[in-house]
């Protein structure tokens, strides 16, 4: 636990720093469009990116803070530990139940990431000009990308865990043979089955 602590915390502090080092390089050079580019870019356009970047930067700061906080209630605090005993409490023992603790940690954690997801597309993205979607498009977005989630994701971890269980040492192996070959299955079928659901499409 305490090594994990360390760890957790050099971590953090690591993207604080390069994410703090990025911040101050983008508003030290937000008043000048650089040389290379002053005869193609309009300072108001520099500016304007410089801002975005900046704000895109200080909401990651925020999300990596959620996000190890959210590491420490789900490990140190018990939180995945809670959820699982709970599950044993309606659901048995099994393939079914830890699949079940496996979707529901995913959905816990889509849920907590909701707000920030929310203020990214309508307040930062639109303060920008760069948010084109309305919330019942982003919200059938998240149904549709949690549903494409689980019907790719729940069977592979099953796969993995029927693995685990019955493979003996070497399951790792037939694991990661299993996992690529989902991998290279998934480039044949994202760009024609998948992005269609969130995305038009025209030919060049």
Request: net charge positive; hydrophobic share 55%.
């Amino acid at each position: 636990s305490v090594l994990f602590v360390v760890f957790l915390a050099i971590s953090l502090g690591v993207r604080f720093w390069l994410a703090s080092r990025q911040l101050r390089h983008v508003i030290a050079h937000r008043a000048a469009v650089p040389p290379e580019f002053a005869e193609k870019i309009p300072l108001s356009a520099h500016q304007k990116a410089a801002d975005y970047t900046a704000a895109k930067s200080q909401l990651g700061l925020t999300e990596v803070a959620l996000h190890t906080a959210v590491v420490i209630g789900w490990t140190l605090m018990g939180g995945l530990n809670l959820l699982n005993q709970w599950l044993l409490l309606h659901v048995e023992s099994g393939l079914l139940q830890q699949l079940t603790l496996i979707g529901c940690f995913v959905l816990v954690g889509a849920v907590i990431d909701l707000p920030l997801g929310w203020y990214r597309t309508f307040r930062l993205e639109a303060r920008f000009g760069f948010n084109r979607t309305t919330l019942r498009n982003w919200l059938l977005d998240g149904l549709k990308s949690g549903l494409v989630g689980a019907a790719l994701g729940l069977p592979i971890a099953a796969l993995v865990l029927s693995l685990m269980a019955s493979a003996g040492n070497w399951w790792w192996l037939w694991a990661w043979a299993c996992f690529m070959g989902f991998n290279l299955l998934l480039m044949v079928i994202y760009p024609t089955l998948i992005a269609p659901l969130f995305n038009k499409f025209e030919p060049l």
